[in-house]
């Protein structure tokens, strides 16, 4: 099992930045793929950005490709995604997620098939 705990959230005017982290405990070896989700009340949770084992194999939705970056650093199980130019349509609770899946598959724009998420942490845009 693998467990994972968001950080960084908060409030920060529109045009502003944010940083979240995910920190990831357990048996993270099969967390090869981590991925960053939002949902608004209402709306399903929605895949914004994915990024494997390797570092540099990554994806974004054309929504925030040019604004935020997923990092992550293996060494201390943890996944970034820093965010630039917030706007206050990003506006959210932010989930971490992991799936054991390929990098095909992490790579792929899907998200459908992850296994662990964590409990989210709220970024407000105003």
């Known amino acids: 099992h693998v467990q994972l705990v968001e950080s960084g959230g908060g409030s920060v005017q529109a045009g502003g930045s944010l940083q979240l982290s995910c920190t990831a405990s357990g048996y993270t070896r099969v967390a090869k793929c981590f991925a960053w989700f939002r949902q608004v009340p209402g709306n399903e949770r929605e895949g914004l950005a994915s990024?494997?084992?390797?570092?540099?194999?990554?994806y974004y939705v054309n929504s925030v490709k040019d604004r935020f970056t997923i990092s992550r650093d293996n060494v201390k199980n943890m996944v970034h995604l820093q965010m630039k130019s917030l706007k206050p349509e990003d506006t959210a609770m932010y989930y971490c997620?992991?799936?054991?899946?390929?990098?095909?598959?992490?790579?792929?724009?899907?998200?459908?098939?992850?296994?662990?998420y964590g409990q989210g942490t709220q970024v407000t845009v105003s």
């Open positions: 997620a992991a799936t054991d899946r390929s990098v095909d598959y992490c790579t792929s724009g899907h998200f459908g098939t992850y296994n662990y």
């Open positions: 990024i494997y084992t390797d570092g540099s194999s990554t």
